[in-house]
Nanobody, 119 residues
């Protein structure tokens, strides 16, 4: 099994910054990608950013240029640096880890951390 522990959410004013962390533990092998998704009230969960084992990143258009995803392989941790936050960034943010063994893909999710952007 895989455990994902998230931290760093909170309340911030528009234009402010937050950094989310996600530490993975357990059966961490055959990991192909880690990343963050978010879900706002009344909306579907959406991709925020992902990062592969080699460090290639992918961002949604809504956060490109404002958010930066990085990883520390030694600590099995990914970090989402969020700058220039907007009220529309308000959501529960979920860490995601994907394992791929042969043709079997397994997604693991964190418990979620609330990010609220409000004045």
């Amino acid at each position: 099994q895989v455990q994902l522990v998230e931290s760093g959410g909170g309340l911030v004013q528009p234009g402010g910054s937050l950094r989310l962390s996600c530490a993975a533990s357990g059966s961490i092998f055959s990991v192909v990608v880690m990343g963050w998704y978010r879900q706002a009230p009344g909306k579907q969960r959406e991709l925020v950013a992902t990062i592969t084992g080699s460090g290639s990143t992918n961002y949604s258009n809504s956060v490109k240029g404002r958010f930066t995803l990085s990883r520390d392989n030694a600590k099995n941790t990914v970090y989402l640096q969020m700058n220039s936050l907007k009220p529309e960034d308000t959501a529960v943010y979920y860490c995601n880890l994907v394992r791929q063994e042969l043709s079997i893909r397994t997604d693991y999710w964190g418990q979620g951390t609330q990010v609220t952007v409000s004045s």
